[in-house]
């Protein structure tokens, strides 16, 4: 069936520093690519989103990438902040027009201060 | 986001037990979700519903059902639950965002433990 994969499961990177969350999807349909935040106790919280006829999109310090060929996106967070520090989610939707997810596992981001 | 609630937030019960977890939205949105958090997993869709006379199943439904009482109102019960169903719990609500595509806006979870 479709899948999410994501990488890595954990990140630790100095405060000011970049960090990248990479996502693999299978099916070929998908064609809506959010990102969720969770921090700790608190709920998923939609910080980004990239829809199939878009490569790229930037908000802030945040940004996704979209490589439609090798199905891969990715979450690209520039000068972080310990307030980033929290578990981030990719997400596919099932086919297109289909109004459901695929999840990846989750990279839990932890920014060194 | 007071928007979409969960009750309980948390519960405690024992194997075999019948117990019910309850959304409440006030954004007027169609379509409502339930999912479950396992550490390592992600979240797995439990069932879904498009409007009051639709629901789907997802990827998990062994052992759960649903009622869509009205709109705003989704409530997921556990039969007869079992230990493997301790997880943390969660409800969304969506609507068709910009250019058509769908965000999802989720509730506080609720945090099921089953002895």
């Known amino acids: 069936g479709e899948n999410v994969e994501q990488h890595p499961s954990t990140l630790s990177v100095q405060e000011g520093d970049s960090a990248v969350i990479k996502c693999t999807y299978s099916?070929?349909?998908?064609?809506?690519f959010p990102w969720y935040k969770q921090e700790l106790g608190k709920r998923p919280q939609l910080i980004i989103d990239?829809?199939?006829?878009?490569g790229e999109k930037k908000d802030q310090r945040i940004a996704v990438t979209l490589n439609k060929t090798a199905k891969h996106f990715s979450l690209h967070i520039t000068e972080t902040q310990p307030e980033d520090s929290a578990v981030y989610f990719c997400?596919?939707?099932?086919?297109?027009?289909?109004?459901?997810?695929?999840f990846g596992t989750g990279t839990r981001l932890k920014v060194l201060a | 986001d007071a928007d979409v609630t969960q009750t309980p937030r948390n519960r405690i019960t024992k194997t075999g037990k019948r117990i019910m977890l309850e959304c409440s939205q006030t954004?007027?949105?169609?379509?409502m979700y339930w999912y479950r958090q396992d550490p390592g997993l992600g979240l797995r869709l439990i069932y879904y519903?498009?409007?009051?006379?639709?629901?789907n199943k997802g990827e998990i439904s062994d052992g759960y059902s649903v009622s869509r009482q009205a709109q705003a109102k989704f409530s997921l019960s556990l039969e007869s639950a079992i230990p493997n169903q301790t997880a943390l719990y969660f409800c969304?609500?969506?609507?068709?965002?910009?250019?058509?595509?769908?965000?999802?806006?989720f509730g506080p979870g609720t945090r099921l433990l089953v002895l």
């Open positions: 099916d070929s349909a998908s064609n809506y």
């Open positions: 519903s498009f409007d009051v006379k639709d629901i």
């Open positions: 954004k007027g949105h169609d379509r």
């Open positions: 997400a596919a939707s099932k086919g297109a027009g289909t109004y459901k997810y695929i």
């Open positions: 969304a609500t969506s609507d068709l965002g910009t250019g058509g595509m769908e965000t999802q806006y």
């Open positions: 990239i829809r199939s006829n878009v």
